[in-house]
């Protein structure tokens, strides 16, 4: 089974392909990423007309490479997946017209892939995992602990109440004067910087729903910076160090929480996976390893490449989806909202259980 994977939910143009071996697992073709960093800089985040025009002006010539590395045409094909949506809309628009027309044109089975659910099923597609596993989402605009039981069963167990953490980053860089991207950056000034300097707070934690908030902390940090101004060097990469533990201790108190709710949503998990951009950050991973092997589980998380946006994720979603009969046709639409995974009211479903079991 050969699929094609298209992306273009936000700054990144992407196409794929991506194959079913012999022995169920997947092969990455082909993964050709475009991204728009230089397009976006001089605006310190993304600007989604800008985004839309450069996905329109690559995308064709991406899916003929992509097909050409994989030494593959159209007819090859099984099915053409295109993300579908949550993002940008008119990145979205680009990437789904341009997914349907070749579905007709190959007549190729078409399937609209929740882009998040992408992110989600990765590590299935690197590591052949099985379900049901915990699933950390973190990118710059999504931030989600979710029980994945299987394709398209998904359960919310928390999420950010404010602030994604890559978005909190991304901000805290801008304040700091870094470069856009900014995770990446902080990331790199904290390495010579002392996390111990500025006593920043860890939002909610030791709640009992394991959900997050950032916006304080950003808050927090941008008081400290204004207290020592003007900032040195040493000041900024302290300043990032500090954040960045405050963030990664969040993180695993809120893992530590979700891992402790996931075995009344879907019994015993076979891993804890990290997904998305924020996914990439040395210390989260470090941190989060640790933490899985705490609980007995294995940290699976998808190879650098395969952190931020691109087209195998979506290749791969759509062969998961194949594989079970789930297509769409001509009228899917683009979604800028989209979410993929039902929320679970975890105290109300335990007054339900012990009122039974009384």
Not at 53 to 71: I, P, S, W
Request: glycine fraction near 12%; charge should be negative; include cysteine.
């Amino acid at each position: 089974m050969n699929v094609l994977g298209i992306e273009t939910t936000c700054d990144e143009t992407a196409a794929a392909i991506v194959t079913v071996e012999e022995d169920g697992r997947g092969a990455i073709r082909s993964n050709e990423v475009l991204s728009q960093i230089a397009e976006h800089a001089a605006y310190g985040g993304v600007v989604p007309e800008i985004a839309a025009r450069a996905h329109v002006e690559v995308l064709d010539r991406l899916v003929a490479r992509a097909l050409d590395n994989a030494g593959m045409g159209l007819s090859d094909l099984d099915g053409i997946a295109v993300a579908a949506g949550p993002g940008l809309i008119g990145g979205v628009l680009v990437g789904l017209v341009t997914g349907k027309t070749l579905a007709l044109v190959a007549r190729k089975p078409l399937i609209a892939v929740n882009h998040l659910e992408a992110h989600a099923l990765t590590a299935r597609l690197t590591d052949g995992l099985a379900f049901p596993y915990l699933l950390l989402l973190a990118s710059g605009g999504h931030t989600q602990l979710v029980a994945v039981k299987g394709v398209g069963e998904y359960v919310r167990l928390g999420g950010t109440i404010d602030d994604a953490i890559g978005e909190a980053f991304d901000k805290v860089a801008k304040l700091l004067g870094l470069a856009y991207p900014g995770g990446p950056e902080v990331e790199r000034a904290a390495e010579s910087g002392n996390p111990e300097r500025f006593a920043l707070p860890r939002p909610m934690l030791g709640r009992r729903e394991p959900n997050f908030s950032l916006s304080g902390l950003k808050t927090a940090l941008r008081i400290e910076a204004e207290r020592i101004a003007p900032l040195t060097n040493q000041d900024v990469a302290d300043l990032c160090a500090s954040f960045q533990a405050a963030v990664v201790d969040v993180v695993v108190d809120r893992v530590r929480v979700a891992l402790r709710d996931f075995g009344a949503v879907a019994g015993h998990p076979t891993a804890l996976v990290a997904a998305g951009g924020v996914a990439a950050n040395g210390a989260l991973r470090r941190a989060l390893a640790h933490q899985a092997g705490e609980a007995g589980l294995p940290l699976v998380a998808p190879p650098l490449p395969l952190c931020g946006d691109n087209g195998a994720m979506i290749a791969w979603a759509g062969i998961e989806r194949l594989r079970l009969g789930l297509t769409d046709d001509i009228t899917a639409p683009a979604r800028p909202r989209w979410p993929f995974a039902q929320a679970k009211d975890l105290a109300k479903d335990g007054a339900q259980a012990q009122t039974t079991a009384g």
